[in-house]
């Protein structure tokens, strides 16, 4: 151990002399990598920090760790990466293991003895360099589908010591892709109100020509001034189907370099700009991503380089331009995307003028109080990344804050006051967004502070009151009241919320806390009679359920076993 110790304050100290060491991290899997998902992907509100790993549609496959070191942390959540392992590792570079389905049984003995002393599910520890040393291509942990994933997989991460997270393919991780990107979508922008193209101040879907070579052409536009453009683009690996992402985007004005943008390296900082990197009202209407290859106002991503003038390119009138954008995956297949641009002076075609007189500002440099009747929303400083005109209506306990297009670089505050409510009834409300044609209502995290109700969030949209007054259901799937169970090592049940949803729940038997693992997805609580805690044959399980607003369910039944 005391070798592991030197080793690694001897690595961190030369940290930054070495680049990516080559054959130091192995394959997480008996099985070659075939990628569900890609480093720094687009993703909803983040850039994807590592690479998902297939696991041929299944659970269970043996996880190793990607190189020796040590268990420096574990995260257990309901969400995010369910059960979650972290490797420090002597060259100063954690690896990181995420929707597990269960650990290696002495680090799953260690875990689970936390939980038990927390009596929590979900609990996240931080252990010493010498309590759970991992040995080279020691099994760590079984493939899963916990926390927030779609389908089993293992989200396989390697970060630096600052705790940013790296493309792991930089360490010489092998993917087969022999596939360039393709593009889907190239689109010209004003910078501002004096630009044009083709004769508008306005975002313009330009015409993409593909050629037999695998490039693009795009229909010659005339334009005039500073503008700027963005793409939809992606690629695939050669064996899946998964739309994935690129590695590399770089961009030329007339065989100038203008700007470059560099999936290598990121910090979870600055992964919520994404929204501002993607187009973000075409992004919400659209469901697709237009990358913005110029930087914006509070723009604070890492991934820019060699940016000339933002990215932006100045057309003057009577010139013939060429803008060209080279699009690249780690393996260096890569695609080009060649517009022709002709400099024309033209006055601007507006099909419409947005009326601002009924909408309310929100400064991004100060802070924005809306008030109406009895709710206040709160805007602070660096909220919205651009002094923006917004739509705020209050009417009942309905509140409309514009639509769901504006990206948002922070939470902002919805305050409903209680004082018109019974007090018998305020215990049981809560903020929900409404969304949909029927206007659905879904719970917002909501907290109270005397008569005041809050909630935070980064969407604009449709708000309400909503209350909810009937508590979880709670349902046994696999036994029954007062009937044997000794062949079964699982006891499980069902437990579901109408409204406001699932906020805690405490099971004990015999007056003793156990242990139950909670899935969302399948509204399933299951505990394992392998932890060796219900001992007797006759047993007494005691389960409450509460929701959101307190609403609290009681279930208890017995069973036996031998």
């Keep these: 151990m005391k070798q592991f110790l030197l080793v690694f304050l001897i690595s961190c100290a030369v940290y930054g002399q070495s680049k990516y060491p080559q054959d130091y991290f192995r394959n997480p899997l008996d099985i070659p990598i075939v990628l569900a998902g890609s480093f720094a992907e687009l993703r909803a509100t983040h850039f994807h920090a590592g690479l998902d790993i297939k696991t041929q549609q299944k659970e269970g496959l043996k ?82 589908n916990t926390g927030s994933s779609g389908g089993p997989h293992l989200h396989f991460e390697i970060r630096d010591n600052q705790e940013r997270p790296i493309n792991p393919l930089l360490f010489g991780l092998e993917v087969k892709d022999s596939k360039a990107p393709y593009v889907t979508g190239v689109f010209a922008y004003p910078k501002d109100e004096n630009a044009t193209i083709n004769g508008k101040n306005e975002r313009v879907e330009l015409r ?30 050669d064996l899946a189907p998964n739309t994935n992402g690129l590695w590399n985007i770089q961009t030329f004005f007339n065989g100038n370099k203008s700007l470059e943008v560099a999936f290598k390296r990121f910090s979870f900082d600055e992964t919520k700009h994404i929204k501002r990197y993607v187009d973000y009202d075409h992004y919400k209407r659209k469901k697709s991503k237009i990358q913005k290859l110029f930087i914006e106002k509070n723009n604070a991503l890492s991934l820019f380089k060699d940016a000339y003038d933002n990215g932006y390119v100045t057309v003057e009138d009577s010139t013939a331009s060429i803008y060209k954008i080279r699009i690249r995956d780690y393996h260096a297949n890569e695609t080009w995307v060649n517009i022709p641009v002709n400099g024309k002076h033209e006055n601007i075609k507006r099909d419409s003028i947005t009326d601002v007189s009924k909408k309310s500002l929100v400064y991004s440099d100060q802070t924005t109080t809306l008030t109406s009747g009895l709710v206040t929303v709160n805007f602070y400083k660096n909220t919205v990344y651009d002094d923006t005109y917004i739509d705020f209506k209050v009417s009942s306990d309905t509140l409309f804050l514009d639509e769901d297009h504006i990206p948002m670089q922070k939470n902002f505050y919805i305050n409903y006051d209680l004082n018109n409510y019974k007090s018998e009834h305020q215990d049981q409300l809560f903020i929900a967004r409404l969304y949909g044609y029927y206007k659905n209502p879904y719970y917002v995290t909501t907290t109270r502070k005397g008569d005041v109700l809050t909630a935070k969030t980064k969407s604009l949209g449709t708000y309400a009151l909503a209350m909810d007054s009937v508590a979880p259901e709670i349902t046994p799937i696999n036994f029954q009241d007062k009937k044997w169970i000794s062949k079964y090592r699982y006891l499980k049940i069902k437990i579901t919320d109408d409204l406001s949803g699932i906020s805690k729940f405490r099971a004990t038997v015999n ?52």
């Design 63 to 144: 996880v190793y760790t990607a190189a020796e070191g040590y268990v420096s942390r574990i995260k257990i959540s309901h969400f995010g990466y369910g059960k979650a392992l972290y490797i420090t590792h002597p060259n100063g570079y954690t690896s990181v293991y995420g929707h597990l389905q269960k650990l290696s049984k002495k680090l799953e003995d260690f875990i689970k003895e936390c939980q038990y002393e927390k009596e929590s599910f979900e609990v996240e520890m931080f252990p010493n360099s010498e309590e759970l040393i991992i040995e080279p291509n020691e099994i760590i942990a079984y493939s899963g």
């Design 511 to 562: 007056g003793k806390w156990i242990l139950m693992e909670y899935d969302y997805k399948t509204n399933t609580l299951t505990h394992d009679f392998n932890d060796n805690i219900v001992n007797a044959t006759k047993n007494e399980l005691k389960l409450i359920v509460t929701d959101n607003v307190g609403n609290s369910s009681t279930f208890e039944a017995t069973f036996f076993r031998k």
């Design 208 to 237: 993409l020509i593909p050629q037999t070579t695998g490039d693009y052409e795009v229909e010659k536009i005339t334009a005039h001034g500073n503008i700027g453009f963005g793409v939809i683009a992606n690629d695939k690996q």
